[in-house]
């Protein structure tokens, strides 16, 4: 028997992750993983996309805001399409507490900033230990979310800190599938909830 998002219960699914079906390989998320940060079903839901790198650098973006950067050499450079909306809106998904301006606390260890004052941090490396750089970011309206799901365009996991920091970009959808019990390459373009 398979259920509606509406019947199983949830009242939100923020801090999980939507894991993009074969049915969305034509789309702006084939292959993508959703991290959802806020989502209520009468006001809809936001997320950035977590495995989907980008065309421009860290040390770009540092040196555009004219910022310092005395990070090692070795520093990730790694900035992501967090989504279609706002593109040139930076997010900074880290594990550190809210301590900078234009910080949200999703749970008590994640935290999500949009301040230029976390980049400067993170130039001088005084930054979070764990931290992902997205511009851009994915937004449903309400009830879009739950039709969608209804249509079995994603799959949700809870997040995990392992999967979202990970700089395994391509796998991160395999990651993310295996705490379910089951891969990307076992999906059907047609699957229901049981």
């Known amino acids: 028997m398979t259920q509606t998002f509406e019947q199983q219960n949830f009242s939100s ?4 992750f939507l894991i993009a079906m074969p049915q969305l390989q034509d789309s702006y998320f084939a292959n993508a993983l959703i991290y959802l940060w806020r989502h209520a079903p009468e006001e809809g839901a936001l997320g950035l996309a977590v495995n989907l790198p980008g065309h421009m650098q860290l040390r770009e973006i540092l040196e555009q805001l004219e910022l310092e950067d005395q990070r090692p050499r070795a520093a990730s450079e790694i900035v992501l399409n967090g989504g279609p909306l706002e593109t040139g809106k930076g997010f ?22 949009t301040s230029r004052e976390i980049l400067a941090a993170i130039g001088h490396n005084q930054g979070p230990a764990q931290f992902l750089v997205a511009l851009g970011y994915c937004g ?20 995990n ?11 991160k959808p395999d990651m993310a599938t295996a705490t379910l019990g089951f891969s990307m390459s076992q999906l059907a373009t047609e699957v229901g909830y049981s």
């Not at 699914?13 to 999980?16: E, F, I, K, P, T």
């Not at 800190?161 to 796998?171: A, C, P, V, Y």
């Open 13 to 16: 699914l923020a801090d999980h």
């Open 92 to 113: 900074v998904l880290h594990n550190d507490k809210p301590r900078w301006p234009s910080s949200l606390a999703i749970t008590e260890s994640l935290t999500l900033t």
């Open 140 to 159: 449903w309206y309400p009830g879009q979310l739950e039709r969608e799901l209804s249509e079995n365009a994603w799959l949700t996991c809870r997040a």
């Open 161 to 171: 800190s392992d999967i979202l920091f990970s700089t395994d970009f391509s796998r």
